[in-house]
């Protein structure tokens, strides 16, 4: 059975299945391409199945890390909103310095908030942080005003042993009270 297609040219069933066929494998490719699983180990076969398998495993990790970042988000303005004075410092000469140790399960999660005038090195913080028996996962500073905001997440080097989280926390807050 012949077919019309818009610019008027007759098409049978055989082309349009196969044209059918042709667009399907180019957006299984392009999904393949945006799932790194399988974008990582293009030589190894996939059936579609597990391709597709693939791609909605990684659409469900996404969502759950869009949930995480979110959560984090909703943290960061909570401390924001808790702690206006942090971040501003509008009628003040020079706002106060803040340090926060937390313990979390196997590590433990740093918050500095130091004056910029300060001159508190990320690699200090660091060094402070692996001496107390961590190990840094991952950590990051951004500047907001005339603050610097460093945040540290850092796991036990040695489990058995853990963190010393006391001993952190005093020389952090040591190094905040120095550093000028």
């Given at each position: 059975?012949?077919?019309?297609?818009?610019?008027?040219?007759?098409?049978?069933?055989?082309?349009?299945?196969?044209?059918?066929?042709?667009?399907?494998?180019?957006?299984?490719?392009?999904?393949?391409?945006?799932?790194?699983s399988?974008?990582?180990?293009?030589?190894?076969?996939?059936?579609?199945?597990?391709?597709?398998?693939h791609?909605i495993?990684?659409?469900?990790?996404?969502?759950?890390?869009?949930?995480?970042?979110?959560?984090?988000?909703?943290?960061?303005?909570?401390?924001v909103?808790?702690?206006?004075?942090?971040?501003?410092?509008?009628?003040?000469?020079t706002?106060?310095s803040?340090v926060?140790?937390?313990?979390?399960?196997?590590?433990l999660?740093?918050?500095?908030?130091?004056?910029?005038?300060?001159?508190?090195?990320?690699?200090?913080?660091?060094?402070?942080?692996?001496?107390?028996?961590?190990?840094?996962?991952?950590?990051?500073?951004?500047?907001?005003?005339?603050?610097?905001?460093?945040?540290?997440?850092?796991?036990?080097?040695?489990?058995?042993?853990?963190?010393?989280?006391?001993?952190?926390?005093?020389?952090?807050?040591?190094?905040?009270n120095?550093?000028?």
């Amino acid at each position: 059975m012949m077919q019309i297609s818009n610019d008027g040219k007759k098409i049978d069933r055989k082309t349009i299945e196969k044209n059918r066929r042709t667009h399907m494998k180019k957006l299984c490719f392009k999904l393949n391409s945006l799932v790194p699983s399988l974008s990582s180990q293009p030589f190894k076969l996939f059936t579609q199945e597990s391709q597709f398998d693939h791609s909605i495993a990684y659409i469900e990790h996404l969502r759950k890390r869009i949930e995480v970042l979110k959560d984090k988000r909703n943290e960061a303005l909570k401390y924001v909103n808790d702690y206006p004075s942090a971040l501003s410092c509008e009628g003040v000469s020079t706002p106060p310095s803040t340090v926060e140790v937390h313990d979390l399960d196997g590590g433990l999660k740093v918050l500095l908030i130091s004056n910029i005038e300060k001159n508190i090195s990320f690699s200090e913080i660091i060094s402070i942080v692996e001496e107390g028996g961590a190990e840094v996962v991952k950590g990051g500073y951004t500047i907001a005003d005339d603050k610097v905001i460093y945040t540290l997440h850092a796991k036990a080097r040695v489990t058995r042993i853990g963190i010393e989280i006391e001993s952190v926390h005093q020389k952090l807050q040591e190094l905040i009270n120095r550093s000028s």
